[in-house]
T-cell receptor, first 118, second 110 residues
């Protein structure tokens, strides 16, 4: 079965550079979530999209932006990178948006993109 | 504010033993409670989930016990194996809002 695809899997950037992470959700999933996970920490919610519109916003820095495209894939753009941005970034997808029973909204996670800022 | 509180932070269990991880929540609007298993460097993977109108759900060696009145739920791993060594996250959902617990690092000693 197709899973959530994230690219790149690993990324090394210098401080103040920019980075773009991509996420391809499970086919027919219409909701995408982005999470940031530091070492030994639980995943922190950044932002989510339903049907190409932002549906919820978490602790996403102003230096970060994201969007969901017509084919439902999503990109997380990170600018003016800081050392503290080094983390695993996970994308997750689900089906049904905010008005469907929660069982259908269970998140399926990708393998993650590891960002290292030097 | 942590919406879901999880304990313990770490757990060491002998092979064949029972691993128990506990979670508690406050928001009674939550209506679905999944558990995720995460291996180092990998994404969290759905393990088992339960609705609040069910008191227990079992899948293989994994069982969720749910106490709606106490707003608590727990994961029991029976006959724990070294391959179960991972970080476990409970979560609570309401619509498309999703909240993780703080995670429990489980180590199963051979």
């Amino acid at each position: 079965a197709a899973g959530v695809i994230q690219s790149p899997r690993h990324l090394i950037k210098e401080k103040r550079e920019t980075a773009t992470l991509k996420c391809y959700p499970i086919p027919r999933h219409d909701t995408v979530y982005w999470y940031q996970q530091g070492p030994g920490q639980d995943p922190q919610f950044l932002i989510s999209f339903y049907e190409k519109m932002q549906s919820d916003k978490g602790s996403i820095p102003d230096r970060f932006s994201a969007q969901q495209f017509s084919d439902y894939h999503s990109e997380l753009n990170m600018s003016s990178l800081e050392l503290g941005d080094s983390a695993l970034y996970f994308c997750a997808s689900s089906l049904g948006g905010p008005y469907i029973s929660s069982g259908a909204n269970v998140l399926t996670f990708g393998a993650g993109s590891r960002l290292t800022v030097l | 504010q942590q919406q879901v509180k999880q304990s313990p932070q770490s757990l060491i269990v002998q092979k064949g033993g029972i691993s128990i991880i506990n979670c508690a929540y406050e928001n009674t609007a939550f209506d679905y409670f999944p558990w995720y298993q995460q291996f180092p460097g990998k994404g969290p993977a759905l393990l088992i989930a339960i609705r609040p109108d069910v008191s227990e759900k079992k899948e293989g060696r994994f069982t969720i016990s749910f106490n709606k009145s106490a707003k608590q739920f727990s994961l029991h791993i029976m006959d724990s194996q070294p391959g179960d060594s991972a970080t476990y996250f409970c979560a609570a959902m309401r619509g498309n809002q999703f909240y993780f617990g703080t995670g429990t690092s489980l180590t199963v000693i051979p």
